[in-house]
């Protein structure tokens, strides 16, 4: 059966590889532009807007994707949407979504879930893998993290759960700000509570963007908070442990 084609466009700021970091295997990881959030510690300020990314068509995507198919797929890998928020353009990005399986390849979204009710029932029916980014599940300390609200987040976690769509928890852990216990283990009982959720990943705070907020001539506002211990992240895995959830 030949594959269908789109002239759709999108926004998009690049597309790299990666392994092990944006779900299982080797990943082509596309990256669209545009954000509604604005997290202190985000890696990617580049990829905020809209009008810095460029316009591309799913068509030329997909022709991207195809130069790295035998690879990714050797490797047990596949495509991950990841950005920016890839929910800011549900068409294209669940044209790309369906594209991908209709090639046989693997397809992971990475959001926030801010935007979650934009993912259409379609866009979900291909998806593979959920990577869901939970900034933290205090209300106050969300909105001061996000400048958003948590409740959409959650929603989208309990949607997808009854939809049956696998999901990987990702928790970034920035001291002073994540590692609350009363609040690390309020989040670890509700994601016991869903049982699509694979694992969750406590991914330590880091500066890795921090050239880019200053190429943009933006302050980097976590500039002075300093990266976690090893073992600060893993006394905050076992407390998801604790509940019976996959911590890594």
């Known amino acids: 059966m030949a594959v269908s084609t789109t002239t759709a466009t999108g926004r998009i700021h690049s597309w790299d590889l990666s392994t092990g970091v944006d779900g299982p295997g080797t990943r082509f990881v596309l990256f669209v532009s545009g954000c509604p959030l604005r997290c202190l510690y985000c890696a990617n300020p580049d990829t905020w807007h809209m009008r810095d990314g460029r316009a591309a068509s799913v068509d030329e995507v997909m022709e991207e994707i195809e130069k790295y198919r035998a690879f990714i797929t050797m490797a047990g890998g596949g495509v991950t949407v990841t950005?920016?928020?890839?929910?800011?353009?549900?068409a294209f990005t669940g044209e790309i979504l369906r594209r991908c399986k209709e090639a046989g390849l693997?397809?992971?979204?990475?959001?926030?879930?801010?935007?979650g009710a934009r993912a259409h029932d379609d866009l979900l029916a291909h998806t593979d893998l959920v990577l869901l980014d939970i900034k933290s599940f205090d209300i106050t300390t969300y909105r001061r993290l996000t400048g958003g609200e948590l409740s959409p987040t959650l929603n989208?976690?309990?949607?997808?759960?009854?939809?049956?769509?696998?999901?990987?928890?990702?928790?970034?852990?920035?001291?002073?700000?994540?590692?609350?216990?009363?609040?690390?283990?309020?989040?670890?009982?509700?994601?016991a509570g869903l049982s699509s959720v694979e694992r969750v990943e406590v991914l330590p705070f880091h500066k890795l963007g921090a050239a880019k907020y200053?190429?943009?001539?933006?302050?980097?506002?976590l500039r002075d908070t300093p990266s976690p211990a090893q073992a600060s992240v893993e006394r905050i895995r076992e407390r998801f442990r604790t509940q019976g959830v996959t911590a890594h």
Do not use: C, K, N
């Not at 950005?83 to 549900?90: I, K, S």
């Not at 200053?214 to 980097?220: I, Q, S």
């Open 83 to 90: 950005g920016g928020e890839p929910l800011l353009q549900p």
């Open 106 to 115: 693997h397809t992971a979204l990475d959001t926030s879930g801010f935007l």
């Open 156 to 191: 989208f976690a309990t949607r997808l759960d009854r939809l049956g769509v696998r999901m990987w928890i990702r928790y970034v852990l920035v001291p002073g700000w994540t590692d609350q216990p009363q609040h690390v283990d309020a989040l670890a009982r509700f994601v």
């Open 214 to 221: 200053e190429a943009l001539g933006l302050p980097f506002p």
